[in-house]
């Protein structure tokens, strides 16, 4: 089992509609999780972190965090074209300062205008 | 800020030499990572710096990649020799030691090994 599972995609959305992205990971101990966004060509760049069970909204995004089902996610309402990028969930299961952060290999979002 | 700055930002080079990839981390992040990023695989971690210190080199290969943080301003990575399969695009991050900090990446360096 992978330590972090994504659906590598594509997910194809139509403009305006909600793109839901998912991730499960396999360490219980796993304290914080990130979603970072990567367009073609770029780097990774933050766009929503989450500590707590529950949802977390932040505009447009919403991250939500199931640590029972190990499992967290990733919701875009009102998809626009300019969100159609690579999304990758991040773990950090690390301890005592020091950190052990894993990528899921990314999920593939296509906004169809 | 500048950023995390890496360099080169593209090499080509032939199979058998050697190749370094240099990176400037945010000033005052005192976490730095390196990882090698390929279609097949995605973004893997090879080696995690805190305060100049190698913490984690699992992720390292094998005995052709070395990286090295002489100080909290510079890391390079090293592989020595290069082969076609190394191809990849590296990438530089930074962080605060937080456990919820976010990682900075830098711009990456695409490495083709031909």
């Known amino acids: 089992q992978k330590e972090v599972e994504q659906n590598s995609g594509p997910l194809s959305v139509p403009e305006g509609a909600i793109a839901s992205l998912n991730c499960t990971y396999s360490?219980?101990?796993?304290?914080?999780f990130f979603w970072y966004r990567q367009y073609s060509g770029k780097s990774p760049e933050l766009i929503m972190f989450?500590?707590?069970?529950g949802d977390k909204e932040d505009g447009r995004f919403t991250a939500q965090l199931n640590k029972a089902s190990q499992y967290v996610s990733l919701l875009i309402r009102d998809s626009q074209p300019s969100d159609s990028a690579t999304y990758l969930c991040?773990?950090?299961?690390?301890?005592?300062?020091?950190?052990?952060?894993?990528f899921g290999t990314g999920t593939k979002l296509q906004v169809i205008p | 800020d500048a950023g995390v700055i890496q360099s080169p930002r593209h090499e080509v080079t032939e199979m058998g030499q050697e190749v370094t990839l240099r990176c400037k981390p945010i000033?005052?992040?005192?976490?730095l990572f390196w990882y090698r990023q390929t279609m097949m695989r995605g973004l893997e971690l090879l080696i995690y710096?805190?305060?100049?210190?190698?913490?984690?080199d699992s992720g390292m290969p094998e005995d052709r990649f070395s990286a090295k943080m002489p100080n909290a301003s510079f890391s390079t990575l090293k592989i020595q020799p290069s082969e076609p399969r190394d191809s990849a695009v590296y990438f530089c991050?930074?962080?605060?030691?937080?456990?919820?900090?976010?990682?900075?990446f830098g711009p990456g360096t695409r490495l083709t090994v031909t």
């Open positions: 989450i500590y707590s069970n």
């Open positions: 991040a773990v950090n299961r690390g301890s005592g300062g020091y950190q052990k952060v894993t």
């Open positions: 991050a930074s962080s605060t030691r937080n456990l919820r900090s976010e990682q900075y």
């Open positions: 710096f805190n305060n100049n210190v190698p913490i984690d």
């Open positions: 360490d219980r101990g796993s304290q914080s």
């Open positions: 000033s005052g992040h005192n976490s």
